[in-house]
C-alpha cells in the first residue's frame, strides 16, 4: 500500500483545514487508517483512527471536538478536517494504514506500532 497524504499549509488560528490520504495498490476498505503528527525533537503522536466501514473512531483528547476523521472507500482516501486550529496544532501530519485482522477496540490502533503502511506527511503550520 503506497500512501500519499495531501492538504497542508499555512493558516492562523481558528482556521481549517483538511487533510486527504489517498492510496494506490491496495483497495482501503479492509484496513484500519491512522493520522499522526510530529513536531522536530518530538515522538510521534496519536491524533485519529478510523475503522475500515468509517462506523468507529477514536481521537486523541488534545484534538476532540475538534478534528473529524473520515474516508471513503470508493475513492481510496481518508480525510482529516481541522477545525479551531491551534498553535499548538503545528506538525508534520502522517496518515497510516493496518490491513484488518483480528477484531480490537478502535483505541488499539492508537500507537504507531500498529500501522504497516506510512504516508511521506504534509506540514501544517497554523499561525498565533
Known amino acids: 500500500v503506497q500512501l500519499q497524504a495531501s492538504g497542508g499549509g499555512l493558516v492562523q488560528a481558528g482556521g481549517s483545514l483538511r487533510l486527504s490520504c489517498t492510496a494506490s495498490?491496495?483497495?482501503?476498505?479492509?484496513?484500519?487508517m491512522g493520522w499522526f503528527r510530529q513536531d522536530p525533537g518530538r515522538e510521534r503522536e496519536f491524533v485519529a483512527a478510523?475503522?475500515?466501514?468509517?462506523?468507529?473512531?477514536y481521537y486523541a483528547m488534545s484534538v476532540k471536538g475538534r478534528f473529524t476523521i473520515s474516508r471513503d472507500n470508493a475513492k481510496n482516501t481518508v480525510y482529516l478536517q481541522m477545525n479551531s486550529l491551534k498553535p499548538e496544532d503545528t506538525a508534520v501530519y502522517y496518515c497510516?494504514?493496518?490491513?484488518?485482522?483480528?477484531?480490537?477496540?478502535?483505541?488499539?490502533?492508537?500507537?504507531?506500532?500498529?500501522?504497516?503502511?506510512w504516508g511521506q506527511g504534509t506540514q501544517v503550520t497554523v499561525s498565533s
Open positions: 478510523i475503522s475500515p466501514s468509517g462506523d468507529s473512531t
Open positions: 497510516a494504514a493496518v490491513k484488518a485482522g483480528r477484531y480490537y477496540s478502535i483505541s488499539y490502533y492508537r500507537t504507531p506500532p500498529r500501522y504497516d503502511y
Open positions: 495498490g491496495r483497495t482501503l476498505s479492509t484496513y484500519y
